[in-house]
């Protein structure tokens, strides 16, 4: 690696100033299980950076907290360990736990932080689909105050994503469910472990007096961005949650998506899988919502 300035600000509003000051020359680093790798990779595929900002002392952009009127928040540093572990995210937000339970190995998971997942801006982010489907926001710090973002809006392409080069992402926001509602996120790869997804799939359901009153499913790496499958949703709402709605739903969503073929998978096998997967993920967040 070349030389950077390192800087390791104990604020939001200190690590603001550093970026602002060194401009696009800094990025920010919080378990740097994506951006160390990158700095080895910068002679040809990323920039490398003149400074780190070191975001590991501040407190401000650390925890989760829940209640059932406002939902939940989770701190933009956050591990996958602390996600994954927390009984609140566990039994109202299932997706997610499930989501940041398969990020890397235990030890990545240790270090990784959910702002460092939802930033890289990767289609194949194993958190993204669950924030997608449960209606996220994305609040922002900056020079000009706060800001929030819907996470729909906050991924712009591969990679890329609505931060400013001297903002950044401080928590997410995630509203509370309504009674009767249940969730699943499931991810295929070719290893169990230490891999990234070919297709990744999260669906919520609603489901009151024995109908679905609300659908949500959410697509990863399957597009230039983590997407929802709206079509898909509208054809289950008002439904009876049957095998059949589910089959068709599913159908719907492999129409959706635009995946790409690559080494590690043809965009017809990742249809597949889309139509496979998320008919799997549907059954589940109906037992759960049950």
Known sequence: ?????????STLDEAVSLLQSAGKTARPIAGGTDIVVQMKESATRFPYP???VDLSRVSEIKGIEYSATDGLRIGA????TDIAQSAAVRDHYPALAEGAGVV????????ATIGGNVCNAAPSADTAPALLV????????????RRSVPIADFFVGPGRTALGADELLAELRLPASAAGTGSAYQRHTPRKQMDIAVVGVAAVLTIDGGTIRNARISLGAVAPTPIRAPK????LEDKAPTPEAFAEAAKIAAGECSPIS???????????LVRVMTERMLIAAAERAG
Do not use: C, K, W
Not at 2 to 9: E, K, L, M, V
Not at 77 to 80: K, L
Not at 262 to 272: I, L, Q, Y
């Open 1 to 9: 690696m070349r030389g950077f300035d390192y800087h390791a600000p």
């Open 50 to 52: 003149a400074a780190l």
């Open 77 to 80: 540093g956050a591990t996958m």
């Open 104 to 111: 890397g190995s235990f030890q990545t998971m240790n270090m």
């Open 134 to 145: 449960y209606g996220a926001e994305a609040v922002i710090v900056g020079p000009g105050g």
């Open 232 to 235: 898909a949703e509208t054809a």
């Open 262 to 272: 690559d080494t590690r998978g043809s965009a017809e096998f990742r249809r597949h």
